[in-house]
């Protein structure tokens, strides 16, 4: 009899440490994954330009050096923004000398002082990641911006958006 009784409390022993180790376990699990998406939630994720393929066409108006310090400007903008976040900058196009001297004008009509425009069209991918945290955010997408310079001074982005 006190045989079985002890056998009994062993059991009972193996038993409630088995349970209380997956308690904990799970316990740990739990705590890891909320910490995990927060740090998702909270943590801002990376932008990255540094791979974008060039797409320079060809231009009578602007060098290649002129769209290599534009194209410079738009990196940094696009970095800057908190809208890209988790984002990639895979393709970079200049838009073309027609619609850089049809924006000019525009900008001469609105009194703004800039003698020369260009505009790119940035292509973009966002992470999965990103895309949970801002579902609204499409995956892939398209920005524009337009840049312009006063004496072949500094390019400034004058405007950006999803459309001319």
């Not at 194209?71 to 940094?76: C, E, L, R, W």
């Not at 001297?101 to 292509?123: A, G, H, M, V």
Request: charged share 25%; net charge negative; hydrophobic share 40%.
């Amino acid at each position: 009899m006190e045989e079985n009784q002890l056998e009994s409390k062993n059991l009972l022993k193996r038993t409630g440490s088995i349970l209380w180790k997956i308690v904990v376990g799970v316990s740990i699990f739990i705590i890891v994954a909320f910490v995990v998406l927060m740090c998702i939630i909270i943590i801002p994720l990376p932008i990255s330009v540094k791979n974008a393929e060039v797409n320079y066409q060809t231009s009578q108006i602007f060098t290649r050096e002129d769209m290599d310090e534009a194209i410079a400007v738009v990196k940094d903008e696009f970095k800057g923004m908190e809208y890209f976040e988790g984002c990639r900058m895979d393709k970079i196009v200049y838009d073309g000398d027609e619609i850089s001297l049809r924006e000019l004008e525009s900008l001469k009509e609105r009194n703004l002082d800039y003698d020369e425009c260009i505009l790119f069209q940035t292509y973009y991918t966002r992470s999965k990641i990103a895309c949970f945290k801002d579902s609204w955010g499409p995956e892939e997408g398209m920005f524009i911006f337009w840049l312009g310079r006063k004496d072949g001074g500094s390019w400034k982005v004058i405007s950006s958006g999803t459309g001319y």
